[in-house]
């Protein structure tokens, strides 16, 4: 069975909404609506076992399409670029590189042996401006070498490593903003809540397919049984509540309704106040046009009182 050398990799990769932004900013100016995928280098700390990718920029690439192993980066462009973002902020280092993906190629292994030069274990983020499926839009590699028990030579492939969405309060605020920015007021915030209820269950849903196909692989002798893989999954079904026992399932469903109920008189409350102001501003309003046409009416009124009176010449001249 072949083993991985490298464990000295960082577990984790924290990707901040910054980098996401950027990239799809990228994707949209260079490669939107073609099959050309962008490339660019990941800015950041590496904190233990952590990978904190604060920022990014984006990179001349060019590939040929026919053949991957033909490719160009400007890494004079990178160096550029480096000393730049170096005097703005020291702390923030070259940690990798992103592509667009959705998938590995196979240049990939190559590129990450010229980011080398910046920094000793680049990460690779994959970062899918078109996700398709649910749940975050990243995947995180290292390069290690696979060693061979059989003696062959080592080879170089990517381990997978989890990769999650972190952002500084400064940043969740932008992000809150942005949102609000894009949010369809049509819909109230009850539907919105309802959306994310279900798009959370489709994710679960999914997770717990990928569960179920492992496992039946494992018992049909195609996957080998990797223990810390049961035993994470027996953490996360002992963490489960008991529903057999009937004071928790009562206990539940009184925690479940008083909640919604909660929720169905906050939604009220809210549609009752809208309502309020709606016809306040109506009677407001009335009232100022009332207001409006008085004044109008007093002031021409006024003018025409005001109006000195002319003589008549023609009859005046007539008489005479």
């Not at 057999?244 to 109920?261: C, H, K, L, M």
């Amino acid at each position: 069975m072949p083993g991985l050398e490298g464990t000295s990799n960082p577990t984790t990769v924290t990707v901040h909404p910054l980098v996401l932004l950027s990239v799809v900013d990228h994707y949209n100016r260079i490669a939107k609506n073609t099959k050309k995928r962008v490339v660019g280098v990941l800015l950041g700390q590496v904190s233990g076992d952590n990978v904190n990718v604060a920022n990014s920029f984006a990179v001349p690439f060019e590939e040929d399409e026919k053949n991957p192993s033909v490719w160009f980066l400007d890494h004079n462009y990178v160096d550029t670029m480096r000393d730049m973002f170096k005097k703005v902020n020291a702390k923030e280092r070259i940690v990798g590189w992103y592509h667009n993906g959705p998938k590995l190629r196979s240049s990939d292994l190559q590129i990450s042996e010229l980011f080398k030069r910046y920094t000793p274990n680049p990460v690779l983020v994959i970062i899918d401006v078109q996700p398709k499926d649910i749940g975050i839009p990243t995947d995180a590699y290292f390069a290690v070498e696979d060693i061979h028990d059989d003696g062959t030579a080592a080879t170089k492939t990517f381990e997978h490593v989890p990769s999650e969405i972190g952002a500084e309060e400064a940043e969740e605020i932008g992000v809150e903003h942005l949102l609000r920015d894009i949010k369809d007021n049509s819909t109230g915030t009850l539907a919105t809540r309802v959306g994310h209820q279900l798009i959370s269950l489709r994710g679960l849903a999914e997770r717990l397919a990928e569960i179920r196909a492992y496992l039946q692989q494992v018992l049909d002798d195609k996957l080998p049984v990797n223990s810390e893989i049961i035993q994470n999954l027996q953490d996360i079904f002992n963490l489960l509540p008991n529903l057999a026992i009937p004071d928790d399932a009562s206990a539940f469903t009184v925690q479940t309704n008083d909640e919604y109920a909660l929720i169905y008189v906050s939604s009220m409350a809210r549609a009752i106040i809208a309502l309020h102001d709606l016809i306040n501003n109506k009677i407001e309003n009335r009232q100022a046009e009332l207001e409006a046409d008085a004044k109008e009416t007093e002031a021409k009124t006024t003018s025409d009182s005001a109006k000195p009176s002319t003589p008549d010449v023609a009859t005046d001249a007539k008489s005479t």
